[in-house]
């Protein structure tokens, strides 16, 4: 052994060692929802989830399985596993990210989400699942539909700052298609435009083509699909 080296024989005894993992521990989150989700868990392994995007036409699903946490019971020993399956930790994703949203009540109010125990695909969850789907739904709307009150109250009780708006505000007016009926989304909007590289008219970021110019924006990555020839942008217009 080299001069100066020193081996912590207490580390090695108190290794980590995980278990195997059962493969048919299993279990599907299901999100009707229509924005990312990431649920971070700290104390357990692994504890990053990922739910894509959905919708109830094309729910969108989360397969997970069953983390761990560690337990001390003594300095010389080694960490105790404790594991967790994987019915309860979809049980805890959704539960806890539910309880962060504004205007959630449970049974009542709240997002498009709920698990279920297995493995399942979204084309399966939609036959099997209808059910689920079915109440996702309507619970999802009537959370829309008080997000969309609140706002209303909000907006009125600031003076018009759109600073009271939430996100999950302005996508349940999309989502319900009365967008264009509030005043606290045409804010929005105009707050949201940019100007027009060629002409410097305002537009909205969401289109690739200037209204007033019919310049197209190079940044946009839906521009080289409008263009006939891929890269090859039309000279912009003279200013004055």
Known sequence: MPAGFHFDFRELRRRTVKQPVNPMDRATIVSIYPR????RKYTIEPGLFVIPPGSYEKPAVCVVGPSSWWREIDE???LLEIPVSSIQIAESVVRDYSNGLFMFTPEQSAPGLFYTPGEHTSESIKEKFKTQLD???????KWYENLINAADALWARAQGNPLTISEDSRLAARELGV?????????FVMVSMVRCKACGSLKSPDFPICATCHFPDPDHPMTAKLLAVKGQLPTPPKQG
Request: charged letters at 40%.
């Open 36 to 39: 990312l989700i990431e649920e």
């Open 76 to 78: 010389e020993m080694p």
């Open 135 to 141: 109440k996702a739904l309507r619970l999802q709307r």
């Open 179 to 187: 967008a264009g009926t509030k005043d606290w989304m045409k804010t």
